[in-house]
């Protein structure tokens, strides 16, 4: 989590989101979510992520998590959401998307 933070206060925001840096805004960072595969495509996951925008959305602007680039069906899940990668960085452990979606 902390290389994640890290490069979220490092991402140029500029041409993504249209402002500097995450630093300039109120973002939640989200853990990954997995689904159980006998309850995928069941909208869970959909419905999930549309709790958290009812429960969250007052207080931050921004939902970000970071999605690993082997795993194409967590980021088309995500993308289907409203989710769009502005930045993409490698750690000791693999390949990441960071991705967010604005609530405002």
């Excluded at 300039?24 to 689904?35: F, H, I, K, L």
Aim: proline share 1%; aromatic share 12%.
């Amino acid at each position: 989590l902390k290389s994640f933070v890290s490069t979220v206060h490092a991402i140029d925001c500029t041409q993504t989101l249209g402002m500097r840096t995450m630093d300039e805004t109120d973002y939640y960072v989200m853990g990954q979510v997995c689904v159980a595969k006998e309850h995928r495509g069941s909208g869970i996951f959909s419905a999930m992520y549309q709790h958290h925008k009812q429960l969250f959305s007052g207080k931050f602007k921004y939902c970000l998590t970071a999605i690993s680039t082997s795993n194409p069906r967590s980021l088309q899940a995500h993308k289907k959401v409203g989710f769009r990668t502005i930045e993409t960085y490698d750690d000791s452990l693999d390949a990441w998307s960071v991705v967010a979606w604005e609530w405002e």
